[in-house]
T-cell receptor, first 112, second 110 residues
Framework: GAVVSQHPSWVICKSGTSVKIECRSL??????MFWYRQFPKQSLMLMAT?????????EQGVEKDKFLINHASLTLSTLTVTSAHPEDSSFYIC????????FGQGTRLTVV | GQSLEQPSEVTAVEGAIVQINCTYQ??????LSWYQQHDGGAPTFLSY????GLEETGRFSSFLSRSDSYGYLLLQELQMKDSASYFC???????????FGSGTQLTVLP
């Protein structure tokens, strides 16, 4: 099946710094990728839809200036958490779809 | 918008059969998917139903009734490794995005 690679798998950063998470589709081209956030013991919540060559579409309540999404090519989307705070600590997961959604490995972000 | 409901917890013993139900509401519909997630890991795809009926993949089967806005995941011959969270997810919307249910924590007892 298709492979989506996400990097890094975990990161610890200081409050106020920015963190970039990469999501790559390794064996197919993804015009659309999705970014989710998951808090412990909770479901995956869609944050934004990343469209190649255009602006991302953010879900209600997600700050677009805080969570910067760039989809510069058909195989790469990035999520940058700017000025991170402890409440941004979460599990971030990207996905790309053909007939099914393929997920990256996820990134566990801890802001200290 | 979309919403899904599924039980929060299910417990069963090894070798048993368990069914996890999912009801949904949506204004647009492409299909209903099921994902498994172990603690600390990413979701992995189990099954997808776009049409009514049963889809079987090994020990796992999934059923969909679009008229009832209802589906279920059936796990047979349960094994300890099946202990995980199971999410139903709606594929809907102009961007074909997934909306996840709240998840069902399955515990398999020896």
């Amino acid at each position: 099946g298709a492979v989506v690679s996400q990097h890094p798998s975990w990161v610890i950063c200081k409050s106020g710094t920015s963190v970039k998470i990469e999501c790559r589709s390794l064996d197919f081209q993804a015009t659309t990728m999705f970014w989710y956030r998951q808090f412990p013991k909770q479901s995956l919540m869609l944050m934004a839809t990343s469209n190649e060559g255009s602006k991302a579409t953010y879900e209600q309540g997600v700050e677009k200036d805080k969570f910067l999404i760039n989809h510069a090519s058909l195989t790469l989307s990035t999520l940058t958490v700017t000025s991170a705070h402890p409440e941004d600590s979460s599990f971030y997961i990207c996905s790309a779809s053909t007939d099914e959604a393929f997920f990256g490995q996820g990134t566990r972000l801890t802001v200290v | 918008g979309q919403s899904l409901e599924q039980p929060s917890e299910v417990t069963a013993v090894e070798g048993a059969i368990v069914q996890i139900n999912c009801t949904y509401q949506t204004s647009g519909f492409y299909g209903l998917s099921w994902y498994q997630q172990h603690d600390g890991g990413a979701p992995t795809f189990l099954s997808y139903n776009a049409l009514d009926g049963l889809e079987e993949t090994g020990r796992f089967s999934s059923f969909l009734s679009r008229s009832d806005s209802y589906g279920y995941l059936l796990l047979q011959e349960l094994q300890m490794k099946d202990s995980a969270s199971y999410f139903c997810a709606l594929l809907a919307g102009s961007a074909r995005q997934l909306t996840f249910g709240s998840g069902t924590q399955l515990t398999v007892l020896p």
